[in-house]
């Protein structure tokens, strides 16, 4: 990224059991990164967006919104899919912060 001179945009449909996992290793780079999309199962994004004293709430709360501000985009039923999945799925933008919070 460094080379073209531009940020990169990463997107994805991640598998549940590798989500977690690639969203911590692209956390190191978020300062090539510009953006991040990845549909992903609802309950993962839920887990991203979840604020203190909440029962999602935990360590991929706080390490995703330390490095990134992370916005829901939409929600996708299982209907979407051919076969559909017993999960429901959602859409979420992460959008490194320009500094970091502390």
């Known amino acids: 990224a460094e080379k073209m001179g531009q940020p990169l945009r990463v997107f994805g449909n991640l598998p549940y059991n590798i989500s977690t996992p690639l969203m911590f290793h692209l956390f190191s780079y978020t300062d090539a ?59 979420v933008r992460l959008v490194p912060h320009a500094t970091m919070p502390h």
């Open 33 to 91: 990164i510009a953006d991040m999309h990845f549909m992903l199962q609802k309950e993962v994004v839920n887990r991203l967006v979840a604020g203190p004293n909440s029962k999602a709430y935990g360590r991929l709360s706080v390490m995703a919104q330390y490095y990134c501000n992370v916005i829901p985009v939409l929600e996708v039923p299982p209907s979407a899919f051919t076969p559909p999945p017993k999960v429901d799925s959602a859409v």
